[in-house]
């Protein structure tokens, strides 16, 4: 069973930085990771991509985090990280972690269970 594990999220003030990380597994499996993404959904909102990072290194972000938020991975840990500087009340919602990830069998989309963070002014 593939899994995707996110933690890292919590309460800052407004102008603080936090860093999330989401590792994938699949225990007695072997596996591939392609593009890895995290979203963010606010109360009454949709769920939106924050930042992506596809397997050659590539990042695209959102236009409200440019400049404050940075995607990076670590290939060896099956790890996506996002690093957030510069935290707005706005940035408030539930993060979720989404990862292609190959199996023998079958490729799939992935989310992790979500991680909230809150921003207060």
């Known amino acids: 069973q593939v899994q995707l594990v996110e933690s890292g999220g919590g309460l800052e003030q407004a102008g603080g930085s936090l860093r999330l990380s989401c590792a994938a597994s699949?225990?007695?499996?072997?596996?591939?990771?392609?593009?890895m993404a995290w979203y963010r959904q606010a109360p009454g909102k949709p769920r939106d991509l924050v930042a992506g990072?596809?397997?050659?290194?590539?990042?695209n972000y959102a236009d409200s985090v440019k400049g404050r938020f940075g995607i990076s991975k670590d290939n060896a840990k099956n790890t996506v990280y996002l690093q957030m500087n510069s935290l707005k009340p706005e940035d408030t919602a539930v993060y979720y972690c989404?990862?292609?990830?190959?199996?023998?069998?079958?490729?799939?989309?992935?989310w992790g269970q979500g991680t909230q963070v809150t921003v207060s002014s």
């Open positions: 989404n990862a292609i990830i190959t199996t023998r069998s079958s490729t799939g989309n992935y």
């Open positions: 699949a225990p007695g499996r072997i596996f591939t990771i392609g593009s």
């Open positions: 990072i596809t397997s050659d290194g590539s990042t």
